[in-house]
């Protein structure tokens, strides 16, 4: 079983809608949830850092941790072309340690 | 699933010395493979892309000569840090890409720590 798993899609939205990603994860002791956003030919951005349980927000953007469940997600409101991209999920155990990704998942969002 | 193995994943080492980070795909073959670089609490940065038998593209600002990347199977690149200083210390990543669009596999990354 794969540390992390995400689904690789590829999500296609209307702009405007509500994007939800999502991640599970089968090491309980994961500490520090990450999501990236990478455009095509660049690395990958850092978008939101959490650690531990519960929810942060970032304007359009909020990330979910539920350790009980070891599902996190990261949800897009108002989604725009601009967001067109992949999304990766990456955790680690302690901060600057090994991280774990997904493989990330692509989306689109249309005019 | 996809495998990335990337060896070691913690090194620490004098300044002026070279040290190796290989990345390796277990169960694919890896058309294209990515060197990243990170700082703590920041995104990754893409150094370089390499693709099996040909030269690593560099991106802006990343010294080739300082930073040699072998990409010589379809399973194995390895990136050197040449001379290393202390300034080179740093989170290095690898990714591989099978290239058949089920998205990008990262090695777990090396904390190089120049002494």
């Known amino acids: 079983q794969k540390e992390v798993e995400q689904d690789p899609g590829p999500l296609s939205v209307p702009e405007g809608a509500i994007v939800s990603l999502n991640c599970t994860y089968s090491?309980?002791?994961?500490?520090?949830f990450m999501w990236y956003r990478q455009y095509s030919r660049k690395g990958p951005e850092l978008l939101m850092y959490?650690?531990?349980?519960g929810n942060k927000e970032d304007g359009r953007f909020t990330a979910q941790v539920d350790k009980s469940s070891k599902y996190i997600s990261l949800f897009i409101r108002d989604s725009q072309p601009s967001d067109s991209a992949t999304y990766l999920c990456?955790?680690?155990?302690?901060?600057?340690?090994?991280?774990?990704f997904g493989t990330g998942t692509s989306l689109t969002v249309i005019p | 699933g996809a495998v990335v193995s990337q060896h070691p994943s913690r090194v620490i080492c004098k300044s002026g010395t070279s040290v190796k980070i290989e990345c390796r795909s277990l169960?694919?073959?890896?058309?294209?493979m990515f060197w990243y670089r990170q700082f703590p609490k920041q995104s990754l940065m893409l150094m370089a892309t390499?693709?099996?038998?040909?030269?690593?593209?560099?991106e802006q600002g990343v010294e080739k000569d300082k930073f040699l990347i072998n990409h010589a199977s379809l399973t194995l690149s390895t990136l050197t840090v040449t001379s290393a200083h202390p300034e080179d210390s740093s989170f290095y990543i690898c990714?591989?890409?099978?290239?058949?669009?089920?998205?990008?596999?990262f090695g777990s990354g090396t904390r190089l720590t120049v002494v």
């Open positions: 990714s591989a890409s099978s290239g058949l669009g089920d998205g990008y596999t």
């Open positions: 090491n309980s002791a994961f500490q520090y």
């Open positions: 959490t650690y531990s349980s």
């Open positions: 990456a955790m680690s155990l302690n901060t600057g340690n090994q991280f774990y």
């Open positions: 169960d694919f073959q890896a058309t294209t």
């Open positions: 390499s693709n099996e038998g040909s030269k690593a593209t560099y």
